[in-house]
């Protein structure tokens, strides 16, 4: 594991630790004013891990270099719940921009760089401290995610000439805390997780890849949804 998904994951479950006994026992006091309905949208850095070749143990991986992430989430409380209302589901869109490394490979040579962006649309089921000022949370859903590597036409990179896509499934994992300065507004600290199991790209074959991310965001909860 490298320097900077130690950090990543550090940085989130430090946020899960309780700030003090004075909040924490404030919070125990307090009943639930949380709304059923919540939207919320942050950004972060990425941090993608080496792209593997699926059928093919002697390619090497494709190196990667991590870069932005930004997106947007919406859920809500499922109803009937009777042990005080800690199971949520949401629907999230992440978006990342990595870039594909220069990179040697034996018996083919140096192939070029090139910009990858890197679109996650994951659907999870949350579970959720829904009291007090300081609300820690994590979730696991599955994803869609669809990868696209800007090439250039006239030099190869690992993926082949020009541009290259695909779109796989996968799975999604997050965890985090959330902080309610108000019923309705929060900010929140995020550490996120999806692997791709068999992106196939055009020239490069089928390939599985992991990117994990940290993000920071603002939330507004609100009463119910009307529809025109």
Not at 33 to 59: A, K
Not at 133 to 153: C, E, H, R
Not at 200 to 220: E, L, M, P
Request: proline share 4%.
């Amino acid at each position: 594991m490298n320097k900077c998904r130690r950090l990543a994951i550090s940085l989130a479950f430090m946020f899960l630790l309780p700030i003090n006994g004075y909040v924490m026992a404030s919070e125990d006091k307090k009943e639930s004013q949380e709304n059923p309905f919540y939207v919320g949208v942050f950004g972060g850095l990425s941090f993608p891990q080496d792209i593997t070749f699926r059928h093919s143990d002697s390619t090497p991986g494709i190196d990667m270099k991590g870069g932005f992430s930004g997106g947007l989430k919406t859920g809500w409380m499922l109803p009937g719940q009777e042990y005080g209302k800690w199971f949520n589901w949401e629907f999230e869109y992440w978006y990342q921009n990595n870039r594909v490394k220069q990179q040697t490979f034996p018996g083919i040579g140096t192939l070029s760089g090139a910009n990858g962006h890197f679109h996650i649309f994951s659907s999870n089921f949350i579970l959720r401290r829904p009291t007090g000022t300081i609300q820690p949370y994590l979730g696991l859903g599955p994803s869609l995610v669809y990868a696209d590597i800007n090439g250039s036409d006239s030099t190869a990179t690992a993926f082949g000439t020009g541009n290259q896509s695909a779109t796989s499934y996968g799975l999604n994992f997050l965890v985090g805390t959330r902080v309610k300065f108000t019923d309705t507004v929060g900010m929140f600290v995020e550490y996120k997780r999806n692997t791709a199991f068999d992106a196939v790209f055009n020239d490069a074959g089928s390939t599985r890849f992991t990117t994990n991310a940290v993000a920071v965001g603002v939330t507004w909860d609100f009463e119910s949804i009307t529809l025109p």
